[in-house]
């Protein structure tokens, strides 16, 4: 008993240290998405180049990503150069994130278009029902419209290796 | 006099009121007593602890507005929780609801404590143990 109460701190402070080590490495910010397994939800809304009537039927029938951006959110400028390298390799739709179509459309002409679409979603209607927190957010889509992975951030090439490309392995 | 100065300290009060940014109007002050209760009850989904009622967060104003919309339309609580959770995962709510998943959360602390007591009944039972047959031997 007493040889127990003098290595039992020991261990407690092991066990500390292991749940310690482990929350260096974990993002408080990233949140599991609800949607994870769930398919995109129904929406009607227009695309912003055409003006013609978008639903989820007309998504694309293989896996995609759908990037949630807007002209006002500075990290989405960031990740737009590595989104249009990524759109050679498999499709990216937009979801321009309560924006206005003005802004949205000097954004694009600014930096470029790579968007196979673009959900124009001014008052954030699809991004709520998608559990959307803020821009950038960006969804792995299979080909059956199933939501499979969920990122809160910048997308670049760590995080297409690290989380992107193993998922796509598996779903395709 | 007097009056004068408790009108000008009315009208004083009533202006800092008008800088709220939001007005909600309700149908009854039940209503806005549960869009109040709703506020402290949901988490705002990108600040890391706060309420939504308590959030300048852009997505916070979009879930007051969603809290807002669904209780005019006549939503009990429990449907706009659950259409949140819907959305935004288990991480929305403040007050989570006890099942199998949360049982270490609700139990976890009350179980600490009472293994805490055992062992230090134990403990005290033993030493004392140990002290009689101290004393027995001397």
Redesign the interface.
């Known amino acids: 008993?007493n040889r127990l109460m003098v290595w039992l701190p020991l261990g407690v402070f092991a066990i500390l240290v292991g749940f310690f080590f482990k929350g260096l490495t974990l993002d408080?910010?990233e949140?599991?998405?609800?949607?994870i397994g769930q398919p995109v939800p129904a929406f009607e809304l227009t695309d912003l180049n055409t003006g013609q009537l978008l639903s989820r039927e007309m998504l694309p029938k293989e896996p995609f990503l759908l990037n949630v951006w807007a002209s006002w959110c500075i990290t989405c400028q960031v990740e737009h150069p590595y989104l249009t390298e990524l759109s050679e390799q498999m499709p990216v739709v937009g979801l321009n994130y309560?924006d206005t179509e003005r802004a949205a459309k000097n954004w694009l002409q600014k930096l470029g278009d790579p968007y196979a679409l673009q959900i124009f979603d001014p008052s954030?209607r699809l991004g709520?029902?998608?559990?959307?927190?803020?821009a950038p957010e960006t969804f792995l889509v299979d080909s059956n419209g199933v939501i499979h992975l969920r990122i809160q951030g910048e997308v670049n090439d760590r995080v297409f290796a690290q989380k992107i490309q193993p998922m796509l392995e598996t779903i395709q | 006099m007097m009056r004068k100065l408790l009108v000008a300290c009315v009208l004083g009060f009533s202006l800092s009121v008008q800088a709220a940014i939001e007005t909600y109007q309700f149908d009854s002050p039940e209503q806005e007593a549960r869009f109040r209760q709703l506020g402290y009850e949901l988490r705002c989904p990108k600040c890391q602890n706060q309420a939504i009622g308590d959030s300048d967060a852009e997505i916070s104003g979009d879930l007051r507005a969603e809290v807002y919309r669904m209780l005019k339309e006549g939503a009990t609580d429990a449907e706009i929780k659950d259409f949140m959770v819907a959305r935004y995962g288990r991480y929305v709510l403040y007050n989570p609801p006890l099942d199998q998943q949360t049982l270490i959360l609700w139990f976890g602390p009350a179980g600490l404590l009472v293994l805490g007591g055992i062992l230090v009944v134990l403990r005290i039972r033993q030493s004392k143990k140990a002290l009689e047959e101290g004393e027995s031997q001397a």
Do not use: I, T
């Open positions: 008993m408080p910010r949140q599991p998405s609800a949607l309560k954030g709520l029902d998608l559990g959307v927190a803020g």
